[in-house]
């Protein structure tokens, strides 16, 4: 991920965990005030879905139903014994090389006396003795000598991490290209200084959390908050066998004893003939764009017991499915029809080596063929059609030619750290048709780069002819994305329609906030009780739309869900009702318990703190709030939400001036963040200072003119300082960029009813109601209940 993508995020989640403290001097505001209310309001309901940060961490609730796993990791030496022929094919693979010692035989990297330039500074590399070093760059941004700890993978290219004090293992930045042989950055056009969060010294780059737990087998973190440090221990480098197969003492008690028939053979989970949902969820582990739940993981669990998956996100995938940052397989592959169809990665790739089962075309046409696809239980074929695909009357291209490929126009790819080409594997026909309308990249014209996407549309059809097709998942999201007409009817179709991919299904579901009405609702009601927990969670974050007693009967049966993930999710949403949970109290009790568990457990994170800190104010323990917020800080004293929190913080003590003092240091080192300017908006019109306020308010919406509420909080500024005109102004801006944004345009008809042009007021509620036909704002206006 590049360093702009990777301070975008960051600034979307900044904007998301900075919930404003509510003023305790003020119950009830005054009609002035109405705009730092409307600022509080939008960031108490975005910390809702602070988990969609790259590194989020929710919690974690004691699983049910789950018998205790008995079995422990053992030697992996002590598999080869008998599975010779398993071991042999694993021991030269990616995965068994994927954290080795530093050798002669393990290190890939030019250690003689090389060196290399990168933003000012020359790097050497060079060995002393046994021993490998680097003289680069430190935390303090200058030059230091380091000695390498271990290799980071083998091809296409190596890293290499630094032990560091505190038990620290640091991912350097400068890597080697196996192929090229020589050295390069992995941000050659950043110019990543001391100074930047991508820095190999900052947390980012640490591999103890970021990294190491799938390159080695049974990686525990073992950090201690006490003196902030590490004690990382695993069983073995390399992702080995029982990084898969689970610990294997019971089944070697197996193997040495009578070898009666034993269901998987002593193994708490086999794999060999597992459903897909085992196979997918052992590979998922680490194939996946995830954030964990603990420290670790245990075989025999759920995907979401463990890790929150992250969904097909604006930042991380294009508005039609596509990867657009690295998502590590899984991601893409959830979407496809293969994983509806019940294809696990190991009817495609070799469990032990990693490779393909066969090459080229030949892995497709394994199914995909005239004789008819391969048979095997769970997996549904009846639906394939028996042809021979693989020549040019249905490739269009030359035998053997790139474009004859499978892959060129079903998985296209991209180039991620530089030098890894990686496949999408959500493997999807070509719709170069959609292209110019979604504003997504095609597979046709990735290749044909001096072509268009209307050109490519019209090769297709004059190959295939004119396709009828039912209305993509792409054209259905960006609908629910920017306004489209009709945007709430796609909503409810996304989501209840069986035969779209889950991971789809929960993405829609997080748009559902944008569409309050009874439909809507209605949906959310019966997500909640799908098969799948990420669609289940999915649903529990549209519920905070729901006022706390509302939402209580629908989140209280969750608090027992068989999935861990789902469980914390109900409870924190339910933190608001707590007092009216009755004999369900103790369950919640339970739940929340294990969930401050689990920040504790991934304290080295300034994101687990800010969790506790958020809990905390929501219940009233403001001083446990302060003092979580300040352990983030000193984790990370440029971490956003904290600083954001901190301000909020002072700002409600009384302290204006210190809040001001805070956030205008921040800005020193962060000019460009929108959310530090809002943040700065809100303490001074808690101060008083109403003009510097709308001004510091009109910077964010500058600065960050993607996020629709810095632009909508201006407005109501604006509006409230005594300028209506240029407040409609602002708002029709808004709408233009964002049109799918609600409380700009529910805002924008009562200001222009305020105003005595009930033209333009009936205009945009005429074009929200197509959007949103159950709009129970609009519905109230006609009634002539107000707004």
């Known amino acids: 991920m590049g360093k702009a993508s990777r301070r975008k995020q960051q600034q979307a989640v900044t904007a998301a965990a900075s919930a404003v403290v509510p003023d305790q001097e003020s119950p009830s505001p005054s009609h002035s005030r109405r705009w730092l209310i409307a600022g509080a309001l939008f960031m108490l309901v975005a910390l809702g879905v602070f988990w969609l940060y790259q590194f989020h961490v929710l919690g974690r609730a004691a699983p049910t139903g789950l018998s205790a796993v008995h079995a422990t990791f053992v030697d992996e030496q002590r598999c080869a014994s008998c599975h010779s022929a398993e071991f042999a094919s694993w021991k030269n693979t990616h995965h068994a090389k994927a954290m080795e010692t530093p050798a002669p035989d393990t290190v890939l990297g030019n250690f003689n006396n090389a060196t290399f330039d990168y933003a000012g500074v020359t790097s050497r590399f060079y060995r002393k003795g046994n021993e490998y070093w680097v003289d680069t760059d430190g935390a303090d941004g200058k030059v230091g000598s380091y000695k390498v700890a271990f290799t980071f993978g083998v091809a296409p290219l190596q890293q290499y991490l630094i032990a560091m004090p505190g038990g620290r293992l640091q991912a350097l930045g400068i890597a080697w290209d196996a192929q090229k042989k020589n050295w390069f950055h992995l941000h050659p056009k950043d110019m990543v200084t001391a100074a930047d969060e991508l820095h190999w010294t900052k947390p980012a780059q640490n591999a103890n959390f970021m990294c190491a737990e799938c390159h080695v087998t049974n990686m525990k973190r073992n950090y201690n908050p006490t003196d902030n440090t590490f004690k990382s221990s695993w069983q073995s480098l390399g992702v080995g066998c029982q990084a898969c197969h689970g610990p294997a003492s019971t089944h070697l008690e197996w193997a040495a004893g009578d070898k009666k028939p034993v269901p998987g053979s002593g193994f708490e989970v086999p794999l060999k003939g597992a459903p897909q949902q085992t196979v997918l969820e052992t590979c998922a582990r680490c194939h996946s764009r995830r954030a964990p739940l603990g420290d670790g993981f245990v075989h025999g669990r759920r995907l979401a017991d463990d890790y929150s998956l992250s969904l097909l996100t604006q930042a991380l995938y294009e508005v039609d499915g596509h990867f657009k940052e690295e998502d590590f397989e899984y991601g893409s592959f959830a979407q496809s029809k293969m994983f509806m169809k019940g294809v696990t990665c190991v009817d495609c790739h070799n469990p032990h080596t990693g490779e393909l089962k066969a090459q080229g075309n030949a892995v497709c046409l394994q199914c995909h063929n005239a004789s008819g696809p391969i048979q095997r239980p769970g997996l549904d074929t009846k639906t394939l059609q028996r042809k021979d695909y693989d020549t040019p009357a249905h490739t269009h291209h030359p035998q053997g030619s790139p474009g004859s490929s499978c892959v060129a126009c079903?998985?296209?790819?991209?180039?991620?750290?530089?030098?890894?080409?990686?496949?999408?594997?959500?493997?999807?026909?070509?719709r170069p048709d959609l292209a110019r309308q979604l504003g997504t990249p095609d597979a046709c014209t990735t290749c044909h780069k001096d072509k268009t996407p209307e050109w490519a549309a019209a090769k297709l059809e004059g190959w295939f002819g004119k396709q009828t097709r039912p209305v993509s998942y792409g054209e259905m999201m960006h609908s629910l994305r920017n306004g489209g007409i009709g945007a709430a009817d796609v909503l409810n179709v996304l989501v209840l329609d069986p035969s779209i991919p889950p991971i789809r299904r929960a993405t829609a579901l997080e748009e559902a906030g944008r569409y309050p009405s009874e439909q809507t609702v209605k949906t959310v009601i019966?997500?909640?009780?799908?098969?799948?927990?990420?669609?289940?969670?999915?649903?529990?974050h549209t519920l905070g739309m729901l006022p706390p007693d509302t939402r209580k009967p629908l989140l209280t049966p969750l608090l027992a869900d068989s999935v861990r993930g789902v469980r914390i999710e109900a409870a924190r949403l339910l933190v608001d009702a707590r007092d009216q949970l009755g004999t369900d109290r103790a369950r919640w009790d339970q739940v929340m318990m294990e969930y401050r568990q689990v920040q504790q457990d991934l304290a080295e994170r300034p994101e687990s703190h800010m969790n506790l800190a958020g809990l905390d104010r929501d219940l009233g323990q403001h001083d446990d709030a302060r003092r979580e917020i300040d352990r983030a800080l000193v984790l990370d004293p440029d971490f956003l939400p904290a600083i954001t929190m901190k301000a909020d913080y002072l700002g409600a003590a009384g302290d204006t001036a210190g809040s001001i003092k805070l956030l205008r240091s921040a800005l020193v080192r962060h000019p460009d963040s929108g959310l530090l300017y809002h943040a700065l908006g809100l303490a001074q019109i808690r101060g008083g200072d109403r003009q510097e306020a709308v001004q510091s308010l009109k910077t964010a919406w500058q600065k960050s003119p993607e996020d629709p509420d810095f632009?909508?909080?201006?407005?109501?500024?604006?509006?409230?300082?005594?300028?209506?005109?240029?407040?409609?102004?602002?708002?029709?801006?808004?709408?233009?960029?964002?049109?799918?944004?609600?409380?700009?345009?529910?805002t924008a008809v009562r200001y222009h009813i305020e105003s005595g042009d009930t033209g333009g007021a009936q205009a945009i509620a005429s074009r929200w109601l197509k959007i949103s036909p159950g709009e129970p704002s609009l519905q109230r206006m006609q009634s002539g209940q107000g707004g």
């Open 526 to 540: 019966v997500a909640l009780k799908d098969t799948d927990p990420v669609v289940r969670i999915a649903a529990i």
């Open 711 to 746: 632009g909508y909080v201006y407005a109501v500024a604006l509006h409230d300082t005594g300028d209506p005109k240029t407040a409609l102004n602002v708002l029709d801006a808004v709408m233009k960029a964002h049109p799918e944004h609600r409380d700009t345009a529910m």
């Open 410 to 430: 079903h998985m296209p790819g991209k180039y991620y750290m530089e030098i890894d080409f990686r496949h999408d594997h959500s493997l999807t026909i070509p």
